[in-house]
T-cell receptor, first 112, second 112 residues
Framework: GQNIDQPTEMTATEGAIVQINCTYQTSGFNGLFWYQQHAGEAPTFLSY????GLEEKGRFSSFLSRSKGYSYLLLKELQMKDSASYLCAVRDRGNQGGKLIFGQGTELSVKP | NAGVTQTPKFRILKIGQSMTLQCAQDMNHNYMYWYRQDPGMGLKLIYYSVGAGITDKGEVPNGYNVSRSTTEDFPLRLELAAPSQTSVYFC???????????FGPGTRLTVT
C-alpha cells in the first residue's frame, strides 16, 4: 500500500527558515509534489521532484531522497503570507492516470 | 484562460437528494481529477479521467459517478446524498501525468 506522513502543524517566526518533512512508502515511486493551500482556497503547485537532490525556486526549495523515502520543503525568509497548509503528494509508478496520493498536510503558522 | 472552473461554490443538500458538481477547464488538458477534502485532512481522489470517454475510480468512488464526454468538462454526480459526503470537492486538471495539477476553487457541500 501507500502511506505518506508529515507533521500536523508547525510554528515559525517571520524572517526565519522552516523545514517541513515528508516520509512516504509506495510500491513504486514516480515523483513527489508539494502544494500550498491557504485556508478556504484551492491547492497551488510549489515544486516537483523525481530525482534525488535539491530543487530551488526562489524562497522555496524541495529535497528528495528516494532511497530513504524522504522529502522536505524548505521555506526561507518566512513571511506572514506563508501561513498555510503544505501538502506532500506522491505519484506511484505504473499509475496510468497520474494519480497522486496526498498526505494530510502540515499547517504552518508564521508569527511576527 | 479561466483555468479550472467549478460550480456551484456552495450547496446544501438534504439526505437522499441528488446533484451534479460541474467542472470545466480551458487549457486543453487531457487529465482531469475529482478530489474531496475533509476538515484537517489531505485530498482523497474520487475519480479521474485520462481523456474524453475514459474514466476510472480513485480511492473513494462509492456514492459518486462521473462522465467525460468532452475534453473540457468533467461533471461529478451524487445520486443519493449522505451526511458522509459533506466535504469540500476540488476538481483538477493536468497536461500530462508528469505535470502539476491545476485545481479549481472548490465546491463546499453540506448534506443534512
Amino acid at each position: 500500500g501507500q502511506n505518506i506522513d508529515q507533521p500536523t502543524e508547525m510554528t515559525a517566526t517571520e524572517g526565519a527558515i522552516v523545514q517541513i518533512n515528508c516520509t512516504y512508502q509506495t510500491s513504486g515511486f514516480n515523483g513527489l509534489f508539494w502544494y500550498q493551500q491557504h485556508a478556504g482556497e484551492a491547492p497551488t503547485f510549489l515544486s516537483y521532484n523525481v530525482l534525488d537532490g535539491l530543487e530551488e525556486k526562489g524562497r522555496f526549495s524541495s529535497f528528495l531522497s528516494r532511497s530513504k523515502g524522504y522529502s522536505y520543503l524548505l521555506l526561507k525568509e518566512l513571511q506572514m503570507k506563508d501561513s498555510a497548509s503544505y501538502l506532500c503528494a506522491v505519484r506511484d509508478r505504473g499509475n496510468q492516470g497520474g494519480k497522486l496520493i496526498f498526505g494530510q498536510g502540515t499547517e504552518l503558522s508564521v508569527k511576527p | 484562460n479561466a483555468g479550472v472552473t467549478q460550480t456551484p461554490k456552495f450547496r446544501i443538500l438534504k439526505i437522499g437528494q441528488s446533484m451534479t458538481l460541474q467542472c470545466a477547464q480551458d487549457m486543453n488538458h487531457n487529465y482531469m481529477y475529482w478530489y474531496r477534502q475533509d476538515p484537517g485532512m489531505g485530498l482523497k481522489l474520487i475519480y479521474y479521467s485520462v481523456g474524453a470517454g475514459i474514466t476510472d475510480k480513485g480511492e473513494v468512488p462509492n456514492g459518486y459517478n462521473v462522465s467525460r464526454s468532452t475534453t473540457e468538462d468533467f461533471p461529478l454526480r451524487l445520486e443519493l446524498a449522505a451526511p458522509s459526503q459533506t466535504s469540500v470537492y476540488f476538481c483538477a486538471s493536468s497536461y500530462s501525468i508528469r505535470e502539476e495539477q491545476y485545481f479549481g476553487p472548490g465546491t463546499r457541500l453540506t448534506v443534512t
